[in-house]
């Protein structure tokens, strides 16, 4: 069984500033690794993923994603955040055993303030 | 662009009515998923299809149903609504890959219910 752990459930922080959310993930085999991010009043929107190859992922809107398998961890990461940002992100694994289910994470609020 | 279409934003119910939530995707993808949503709890999968008339229960399916009779739309429902169902309420769908679990899912806006 997989599952996610998402550490935060908020993180202020300021415009302009950088920001990591952090994501650690448990699976006994390989996984695939998404984040998502969730906008008021909105459904979910695919951010970035990871499938295999460079551990680096660039997303949208300025987002990227670094995988760390000794670690097991797939922490986003955006050099300078706008107002906008601000949202509930979350992230998200499964694996290419039985159905393609996607376990989430609990979710971190983003709150990014002038 | 994949499209998911919920049928209500807001809904607002009685307990022990019957409720029928309605998802549709026009994409022809084979998986359809419900989610609900809450507060600290993140997304926990109530139920999914994988081709017309199938369906897997979830983590929570307690108090639930499912319809797939047609490829684009999946129904969830609500056989007595309580109170404890009051939730936001998401849909997604994705394609389906045998050997290949890394499609992602798209999903619709969402439903906030509310049983009163």
């Known amino acids: 069984a997989q599952s996610v752990t998402q550490l935060d459930s908020q993180v202020p922080v300021f415009e302009e500033a950088p920001v990591e959310l952090r994501c650690n993930y448990s699976?006994?085999?390989?996984?695939?690794l998404f984040w998502y991010v969730q906008y008021p009043n909105q459904g979910l929107q695919l951010l970035l993923k990871y499938l295999s190859g460079s551990t680096l992922v660039k997303g949208i809107n300025g987002f990227e994603a670094e995988f760390n398998k000794s670690q097991t961890s797939f922490h986003l990461r955006k050099p300078s955040v706008h107002i906008s940002d601000t949202a509930e992100y979350f992230c998200?694994?499964?694996?290419?055993?039985?159905?393609?289910?996607?376990?989430f994470g609990t979710g971190t609020r983003l709150l990014v303030s002038p | 662009d994949v499209k998911v279409t919920q049928s209500s934003r807001y809904l607002v119910k009685r307990t022990g009515e019957k409720v029928f939530l309605e998802c549709v995707q026009d994409?022809?993808?084979?998986?359809m998923f419900w989610y609900r949503q809450d507060p600290g709890l993140g997304l926990r999968l109530i139920y999914f299809s994988y081709d017309v008339k199938m369906k897997e229960k979830g983590d929570i399916p307690e108090g639930y149903s499912v319809s797939r009779e047609k490829k684009e739309r999946f129904s969830l429902i609500l056989e007595s609504a309580s109170t404890n169902q009051t939730s936001m309420y998401l849909c997604a769908s994705s394609l389906l890959r045998y050997r290949d679990h890394n499609q992602p899912q798209h999903f619709g806006d969402g439903t906030r219910l509310s049983i009163l």
């Open positions: 994409m022809d993808h084979e998986n």
């Open positions: 699976s006994s085999v390989s996984v695939y």
């Open positions: 998200a694994v499964t694996s290419n055993t039985g159905f393609q289910k996607l376990v």
